[in-house]
């Protein structure tokens, strides 16, 4: 247990409902801490993006004690604690078996806090942060390691890779973000783990992506899924191209996400996202398809290619939502549309009525950043869009 002057971890620092929500839990004679990538986040000093809560109430009496909450999750069953656009996650100390290598489908058999600690991933995620008492407890050597930068998953790492093989993405995910060194045996673990990640759901695996496309890492995440071949298996004709020289198109892409989402401290839409992943793709397919071609290929032949591309892309493995993918599939295709006119018109060009033309234009936006020819294009489509977007708000 380490006490405030040796931890830090200014408790100011921590979101409001989330310490009444530890309040309300503790006064009606439970136990709740902090837990997890907030109190992580804020040992380090950056800002957490949500603050989880672990407690040995049940869900159903964390239901009956808040008024605006609600149950979710049949894998995973846990309280949402609503305030306003805000939500608080609750779940109930439970625990694992960190000697079985099945994969886990369920996990909803409570346990103690001890037990809570050693059924979650790494150890630098393990840590509680008990409010009352303004203390950090660790069961696990998470604070020692989150000082040294190390990432160590808690037990055997093979084991809790097949278990989940979605930790090895999340492991990724946490070298990309803050930088640190992976263990040796957990290495290993994730080289020989690797084929296990297409046992996972989709679903998970596709909200880990997206998350990391939003997180201002995506850059170095993308790259280490390519060292350590987990994008081969789940996007293997994105990752195909990532490994080329051309590849280095979407690296740029990336880094120009990275640094939006930094400078606007928030994230771009998840169908641009997507739509950045397979842009250079389409470009080059049609320029492959239609390069002995006088003729520039016609709309209705890019639209194929389009939907063609989208499904080469990402394959059988991944359901996207029909929306987003919808979304996606008219951002790239508006591609072809927002060209700068060749010569002075007197008339206005006619703007394509789609409700996905913002977002279209600032894919165009990250192309020019890469492209500098394509600034021209981007001013112009600015200028006429301007009045549209003011007038739907
Ligand atoms: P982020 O900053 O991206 O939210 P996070 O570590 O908080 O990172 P969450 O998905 O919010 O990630 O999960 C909260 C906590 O739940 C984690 O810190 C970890 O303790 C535990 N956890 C999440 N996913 C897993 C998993 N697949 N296996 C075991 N424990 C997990
Ligand atoms: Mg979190």
Known sequence: IYPQDVHQLDIRTIDKDALYVLE?????????????????????????KDFDISTSAEPEEIKKIFRNCILIGRRFRLAHIRFGKKVIEVSTFRSGDNENDALILRDNVWGSQEEDVLRRDFTINGLFYDAARQTVIDYVGGFPDLEKGHLRTIGQPFIRFKQDPVRMIRLLKFRARFGFEIDHDTRLALIESKHEILKSSSARILEELLRMLESGASEPFFRLMIEYGLLQLMLPAVAGFMEEEEGAQIYSFLQAVDEYTLTQDEPLDRALLLAVLVFPLLEKRLIVLYAGRDKPPHLGEIQKEVLHIVREAFGSFFLIPKRLKIIATTILFLQFRLNAPEKKRSRPPRIPQDPSLSLALKLLTLRSQINNSLAKAVEYWQELIKPLDSSSE
């Open 24 to 48: 309300r839990l503790t006064a009606s004679g439970h136990v709740a801490y902090l837990v997890g990538g907030g109190v992580r986040d804020l040992l380090l000093k950056k800002k957490p």
